[in-house]
């Protein structure tokens, strides 16, 4: 039997770390990799692969629409997906505090079980840490993710081209807001909920019909301005951004409006900006709005060679603004 | 130019997270895939792969023979190398405490880039999250590496025969003393360091000179009796160590002897247990001692099937006892 916290012993290598191991993550994340328990796993992938790594350290650890965990799971399928790539195998890698309550612990590993069969990826290494009461915040959770490449040449954020179209898969910024308003205690007129999801059979589907995709990207940290930044740079193209059509749940705009922020600048963790020839436009818009994930899909706006570099937003009133990449801190721990 | 510590806002996302990454990781780890900047990084690698992933939280930051730097990157490049795989590539994710002094997260990274390039590792992807301060102990790593396999079958756990040989690759306990003096600020009759190193080319030398070598494993959290358990349930085998054959650097057994610890179950960051038929055993030794890491291997016992699952030690008057695996911790945030 587990005593109900985690004592610092279990990160010890020894007895209690195996009895975590084998009663909380094995009886979870089972599958026939896992089960040897070597340091290592070793995967059947053909390559070229696509990798990526992330570490979640959200507070607080759950909230409406997902927890840390279904964060830790998507949040790695996502990026991984992104390049074009089907997300197949990631590592999972815990730091624990002294003195967690196994049954939270449960909590999160349950729904990463879920997160990551419905993803369709296997959890097929770990580690685990256990730190004294006061050296970590309850639970920062590491996950690292392989792929097999999809698509050649892969989506990338150098790839877009003026004359692209941008669209973006759904409603900006439900996840940040939810989280700062969990956190605060913060009820608008109706409820709202964080957008994590995993959007790698989403990605397939559209890979599929729409090789051409250049540019694959999830606004996650910094929200979808910070991330048209980047691609923007490093591509070396203006994204010009038409306001009023992107996507916005209208209680997270009136939240936002209420709180004084912008939701172009909040955090997303289950959405995807696509780049593409305008010609594909269409298709691409079919396909996302058949999806669970894209329903709200629209297009909003078109790459040009005008002011490389630069974001550049259309208000409704035709006025232009530079929608600069975020400057500060808007919320810690948002992932 | 960066202030002198770190700011919350570096974690953001934002601005401050590029400066960072360009400023930082890219000068120490920069390679042709990580200079992309995507998500994910696309990697060359033909099947099947080994992965492994940990995190490394240990304190202090820097110690006699490494710091958390070298730490995160060789033990990583361990766990994958001991499944018979050369490592290629690393995924990098730290967990930064707003306020770090910037010189000593420089100091880790300049120790990651040069333990990485030892190694021939690349650093291919990254994260980078900044917590408020109190809510992580100054820096904890995850890094999750991946080789291309050597041989086949791979050398694993539950791979150990009735007849093999048990060797060594060096002397036990130096990693676990040295973290518990340096912390405690004692000092013994002469310097000891860490043996923290990178063996995956040991490993790729004795994997081509031994491909029947049944098992590779590093003996970290948890010692040497720890691992030995460990395969010994695997394979369902007894494990016979002979004491007195141990390799023990003579001021580790004196400073565990005056502090009451068993070196068998102290952290080793690069040495490994190979196990392995008999016949082989001078051909291994030989490779060892001839590597730069392996100069005092030695063969400690024999793998029977008296008491499966069990570690057995014969003191030098011929006596034996049951060699246990670590039961409580002996040290936390040893790695």
Redo the contacts between chains.
Sequence with gaps: MHPPRLL??T????????RLIKDFFLKHFANEILN????????????????????Y?V?PLFFPGGDIGTLAINGTVN??A??G?RPL?L?????LEEGLEMEVLERIVRSMAQAAAKAQVRI????T????K????QV?I?T???GE?LAQP?P???RARPGDAVLVSGTMGDHGLTILATREGLSFEAPIASDCAGLGHLIAKLLKAVPEIHVL??P???GLA?TLN?IAG?SGVQCLVREETVPINPVVAAGCSFLGLDPLYL?NEGKLVCILPEEHTDQALRIMREDEYGQNAARIGTISNDHPGRVVLQTPLGGHRLLD??????L??IC
């Excluded at 990160?11 to 195996?18: D, I, L, N, Q, V």
Aim: charged share 20%; net charge negative; proline share 4%.
């Design positions: 610092l012993d990160g010890s290598g020894g007895k209690a770390s195996h040897r328990l070597d340091d290592a796993a070793i995967l059947k992938i053909s390559g070229p692969i696509a990798m990526s790594t992330d570490s350290t507070t990026d991984v992104m390049l790539a195998f590592s999972c890698a815990f730091i097929v290494t770990g580690d840490k256990v730190v004294p006061g050296a970590v915040d920062f590491n690292t993710g392989i490449i892969c990338q954020g150098h990207r999830d996650t940290r910094g910070t980047e490093q955090a990449m975020l400057e500060g801190a808007q810690p721990r």
